[in-house]
């Protein structure tokens, strides 16, 4: 990027810059949006990232809205971190049908030390095959991103999900200061960020807000924002959360772009509960990344054929 695209992203938003975007006439939010999308982004393009949960299930944290948590009374069966030859075979395929990055998760407050070489394994395995490689196993140290990076890993997933304030009514077992930690760790080891939020945790525009604020005033601005719409599962807290107003996701998404404009913005979970003009007005107003493939870790996604069937529609075409 040259220098003088550089140095027009800032850090220094203020809380009521990013309101009044979110407060915006939708149609001004968009076309602002768009605009400076097409400054920093070839217009009409997609990225695909593929997602596999590696470990499933019996996390020891209680994130109210996680069909993993042991605290949860999902109908989900753990399983053990997966082995590595099953782990690049679902990579091959992924990488096969069009994805260019690679993501993994596992259910876990912070990765276990006798597991560690063997996801150092697997960073290797899947970066060999020409993917872009992303993890997000929870609370990291400092030397385990070091690790990390030397292995090979591009990207580290660890979102902020909501507010600082709202984030103590979503989870009692670590705090929202613990995720900054572990974000600062993530950059010290020179790995991307990956970070973002879920919309429709019964969280007010000012918690949104709030949330956009922090993230555009990081140091650095993740290079990939992963906005979700609460999936609410079966068992979890919050499986009765009401869904939130269609047109509030396009706004988040549309302010995100704004705040943080060089960054990937993702239109991650709940797109099976989106229609396809939905979505549409979501890459309408900056999302340019999807989760591809069938399922995210542990619920349903859109079909591939559909997707593909949606971005040829729309005319846009796959980055990679
Ligand atoms: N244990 C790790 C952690 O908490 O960072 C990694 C896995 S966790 C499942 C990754 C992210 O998935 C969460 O931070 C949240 O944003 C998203 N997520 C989990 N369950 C979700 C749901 N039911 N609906 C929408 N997003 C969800
Ligand atoms: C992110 O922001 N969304 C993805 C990924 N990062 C790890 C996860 C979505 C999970 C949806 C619920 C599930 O499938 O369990
Ligand atoms: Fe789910 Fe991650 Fe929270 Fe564990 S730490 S309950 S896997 S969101």
Redesign the pocket.
């Given at each position: 990027m040259n220098n003088s695209l550089l140095k027009l992203i800032r850090h220094d938003w203020r809380l009521n810059e990013v309101i009044e975007l979110l407060n915006r006439p939708l149609f001004d939010l968009i076309f602002s949006a768009q605009e400076i999308h097409r400054v920093y982004f070839k217009a009409n393009q997609v990225q695909l990232s593929r997602?596999l949960n590696i470990k499933t299930g019996a996390c020891s944290e209680d994130c109210s809205y996680c069909?993993?948590s042991v605290h949860s009374n999902s109908a989900i069966k753990p399983q053990p971190l997966m082995e590595l030859e099953a782990v690049v075979s679902e990579a091959k395929e992924a990488k096969a049908k069009g994805a260019t990055r690679f993501?993994m998760?596992a259910a876990w407050r912070s990765p276990k030390r006798k597991d560690f070489p063997k996801i150092l394994e697997i960073i290797k395995a899947v970066k060999a095959l020409g993917l872009e490689t992303c993890l997000?196993l929870g609370m990291l140290d400092r030397e385990q991103a070091e690790q990390l990076k030397a292995a090979g890993l591009d990207y580290y997933?660890h979102?902020l999900d909501t507010s600082a304030a709202y984030y103590e009514q979503i989870v009692s077992t670590h705090t929202y200061q613990d995720r900054l930690d572990t974000l600062a760790n993530v950059r010290n080891a020179h790995l991307k960020m990956c970070c973002?939020g879920i919309i429709g945790m019964g969280e007010s525009m000012a918690d949104r807000a709030a949330l956009l604020h922090t993230l555009a005033n990081l140091p650095e601005h993740p290079e990939s924002v992963?906005i979700?719409q609460l999936?609410p599962v079966a068992g979890t807290p919050l499986e009765n959360a009401s869904k939130p107003e269609p047109f509030d996701i396009v706004r988040c998404i549309g302010a995100a772009r704004i705040l943080m404009p060089a960054s990937d913005i993702r239109l991650?979970?709940g797109r099976t509960e989106m229609n396809d003009e939905l979505q549409t007005l979501c890459f309408f107003a900056g999302a340019n990344s999807v989760?591809f493939g069938e399922k995210?870790?542990?619920?349903d996604n859109p079909g591939v054929e559909h997707d593909i069937q949606l971005f040829k529609r729309l005319g846009i075409s796959v980055v990679g």
């Open positions: 997602l069909s993993q993501c998760g997000t997933n979102n973002g992963p979700n999936i991650s979970a989760f995210l870790l542990t619920t």
